[in-house]
Every structure is written in C-alpha cells, then in structure tokens.
C-alpha cells in the first residue's frame, strides 16, 4: 500500500481538496489474490493469476474490500474507524496524478505511453500481469491501462464549486470506473477521464484497486 498524503488538486478547473491521508495499493487486484480471498476467479483473461481480476461488478470488488476488511480487523492489523474499501473518484484522481497537471501522470505526450501503460495499442487485446510498466511518480503501476478501476462514487456530473473530501451523490444508477483499458485507446487513459456502468455488471476490462482508509458514509 503507498501513503498517499492529503492534498488538493484541480479538476476541470474545480479546486478539489482532500484533508486525510489514505493509502492505495500500488497494484490492480489480481486474480490470484480475487482468488484466495474469495474462492473464485470470475475473469476472462486466466492465463496467469498475476493478471488483473476482471469482470467483478461494483458489488462483488465491495464484497472483497470488506472481506479484506474482516481479516485484517480479526488479525489485529487494523485500527479503529479504518476500512479497505474503493476509493472516492476524487482521491482515485489525486493519487494517479501524482501532483501532476498534465493530460496523464508522465505527461502530455501519448507516444511514450507504452512505458506505462496497457491500452488498446500495444495489448495485443487482453489484460497482462500487473506492475510490468513503469509507475506513475507516486509509486502506482497500471493507473493508466491494463483495467479500468471502480470507485465509490456514483455518477453525476461535477457541480461547479470548489469540494472539501467530495464522495459524489448518495445514489444513482451507474458507478464511476477511473484509469483506462487494454481495450481502449490510450486518449480515454488521461488522468481526467471517466466512465461509468451499472454496479450489477461485470465485465473483461475492467477491475480494481484497494484503498485503506477512513469510513466513509
């Protein structure tokens, strides 16, 4: 897990300030670690368990956060008022920036992409084991490519004011995934862009990262 330490960043000119620490894991979840947790492997891609997990719904990565969450409290590793969860969009975006302004966290130029990312241009179509690539300035790999990411926050658009800790809408219909795929063009891996699906579906390009940090709602 990497320290991410509290900060501010701008999105789409909108000054977004998170005021806690969290960690975030350097790596995508795998498929072996999907694996061991909970007893299955939903992903198409199986080749080798150090791949991302893939095709998880919304609700099965927040069934293997508290799963995570459960083990590591009845271990005693885990202090009060802490919980391996996703992460909120605004600290998904933070950290992959790194403290950067540019288009991705190595820049504004796509061409060199391919030293740290898995997109649609060099994938050779599927996911690969994760941590290949270079990671971004805060120690991350695969924050751009290989599986696009959920977090916690249902979709809406962004409101036009400045946000302390935002943690999106209380509902919705559709979840917000972050960071990119195998799958598509390395454009829609920028450190801004967003998609969104229902939290029911799972599907091959997309995955997760585990957070740690304070509950939230």
Not at 21 to 46: C, I, R
Not at 57 to 84: K, N, P, W
């Amino acid at each position: 897990m990497i320290l991410i330490k509290a900060g501010s960043f701008v999105r789409q000119k909108q000054l977004i300030t998170l005021t806690r620490d969290f960690w975030l894991a350097a790596h995508e979840v795998t498929q072996g670690e999907y694996q061991t947790v909970m007893g299955k492997n939903p992903s198409k891609f199986q080749d080798n368990p150090s791949h991302p997990v893939e095709r998880v719904g919304f609700y099965q990565a927040q069934d293997y956060c508290a799963a995570i969450t459960r083990r590591e409290t009845q271990a005693g590793r885990l202090s009060s008022g802490y919980v391996y969860r996703l992460p909120t969009e605004a600290e998904w975006e933070y950290a992959c920036r790194a403290g950067t302004t540019n288009l991705f966290s190595f820049g504004d130029d796509a061409s060199i992409a391919d030293q740290y990312a898995w997109t649609l241009e060099n994938s050779e179509a599927q996911t690969h084991p994760v941590g290949l690539k270079r990671p971004n300035p805060w120690g991350l790999y695969d924050i751009h490519g290989n599986v696009w990411e959920w977090t916690l926050d249902w979709f809406d658009h962004y409101p036009e004011k400045a946000l302390t800790d935002p943690v999106g809408p209380t509902g919705g219909t559709l979840k917000v995934f972050r960071g990119g795929s195998w799958n598509h063009t390395v454009e829609l891996a920028r450190s801004r862009n967003r998609f969104m699906m229902s939290p029911t579906n799972g599907i091959n390009f997309v995955g997760f990262r585990l957070a740690l940090g304070h509950t939230i709602r």
